[in-house]
């Protein structure tokens, strides 16, 4: 008789093994469901935990319920529970408009929300030196050369003639006012682009950049003012400038909690404040991008369809109203609601 005899597989009463594991494969049934049902966001941090090790636990159980040749149904069972619980943990998203929902929804709000510290700050740079390019261009138009550079001004400086500058708020032609705005909007967009990447060098370059373009705003509705034409200029400019101004602002934000981070890191490390800075900088800068965007869009409509005054700033009102109801409304909410 050989020493060795081949041994025979373990029998496994199929009640008894279906009584010992069913209550855990119930639980990753039933945690599928919520997943399929709606998403993964919906499960607690104890369920999202449980998730893997009930998924082993059930790919185990199909294993033995194959070795043992365990009555067919249960193995199908088991089966699809495995198939489903794989493609929960390690497939692609189940769907892509569902995340983009998400990211309008949720991430793009609730980002600019938790910048609002730091907005703050931008909307004080841009009226502190808007008001003061104004008063220093009104008292001495001299200071408009020093603040425009010609290829902005494009002729609408101090020596410009009321009718001149009149012209170029209401006219449809591609000249005029079409450089200017097409000029004004590349000038914008360079801003936010630069008040984001430029937080890293501790902010100073972002803070200079605002004030930048709040002088030259400041100095630029000087110009129009001193010709009656002030509420006029800031109707034209209203309808499109409201979302780039706005968006002007979040990007220095952006790159002011970057910056911050950098040199004030508190009891994380430094690289770790930088990380958590950057991912929700890089979201709102993304939202930003969009916003001018939409500025373009309004600025189109502004220079070749709407004329009245009126009408003008009350959409650049209107959208204004939207940013912040989106930013402080629906993300405030999200973001109070955060782990951060």
Partial sequence: MSAFVEAAPPLVNASRFRAAHEEEWARLDALLQRIEKRSVRV???????????LYRVTLSSLSVARETSLDRALIAYLEQLCAR?????????DSVWRDLAGFFT???PSAVASLWRETLVMLFL???????????????????????PEALAGGRDPSASAEALR??????????????????????????IFAFALGFAFVVPTALLIVYNGLTLGAMIAVFADKGLGP??????????TTEMFAIMISGAAGMRIGTAIAFPGRRSRMAALVAAGRT???????????????????????????????RLGIGMAVLAMWLICYYGIGRRHALHSPH
């Fill in 167 to 192: 012209a170029t708020i209401y006219q449809n032609k591609e000249s005029g006012l079409g450089v200017f705005a097409s000029f004004l909007f590349g000038h914008n967009a360079q801003i936010a």
């Fill in 43 to 53: 499960l607690s941090e104890d369920d999202l935990l449980a998730l893997p090790v």
């Fill in 232 to 241: 006029n200029f800031l109707a034209w400019l209203a309808i499109h400038g």
């Fill in 85 to 93: 619980a794989y493609f929960q943990l390690y497939g692609v998203s």
């Fill in 106 to 108: 949720r991430g793009w």
């Fill in 281 to 311: 900088s890089a979201i709102a800068v993304a939202g930003v991008v969009l916003m001018l965007g939409v500025a373009a869009i309004l600025e189109g409509i502004g220079r070749q369809v709407v004329t009245s005054d009126g009408l």
């Fill in 126 to 148: 841009t009226v502190a030196s808007t008001l003061a390019a104004y008063w220093l261009v009104r008292a001495d138009p001299s200071w408009f050369y020093g603040v425009i």
